[in-house]
């Protein structure tokens, strides 16, 4: 019952920043944890952050100090602040958003996707 939809990818150098935003639409079914996921070209998908019910925010190693994901569930919104950026960084990125309850999820959901590509 949920449809997310990304913005904020695009093509961007070495070292730049870029910021990707997710926004949550028909939000009845009571989302409470919302967070990013990427695709690298010819790899699986895999967590880049992510913030539970509670705030707490989690981060691959890969990003973190260069990452920032804040979340606004009054808003049904998502933000990823992406600086320093490196060519490793090019993926599809997947907005996720999910309905826990407890140590157990009853909803998850997935947007579309958005492209980053970063160039040396």
């Known amino acids: 019952q949920v449809q997310l939809v990304e913005s904020g990818g695009g093509l961007v150098q070495a070292g730049g920043s870029l910021t990707l935003d997710c926004a949550a639409y028909?939000?009845?079914?009571?989302?409470?944890?919302m967070g990013w996921y990427r695709q690298p070209p010819g790899k699986q998908r895999e967590l880049v952050a992510f913030v539970v019910g509670s705030g707490r925010t989690t981060y691959a190693d890969a990003v973190k100090g260069r990452f920032t994901i804040s979340r606004d569930l009054n808003k049904g919104t998502v933000t990823l602040q992406m600086n320093s950026l490196k060519p490793e960084d090019t993926a599809v990125y997947y907005c996720?958003?999910?309905?826990?309850?407890?140590?157990?999820?009853?909803?998850?959901?997935w947007g579309q996707g958005t492209q980053v590509t970063v160039s040396s």
């Open positions: 996720n958003a999910e309905r826990w309850i407890s140590t157990e999820v009853h909803g998850a959901y």
């Open positions: 028909n939000r009845a079914a009571g989302i409470n944890a």
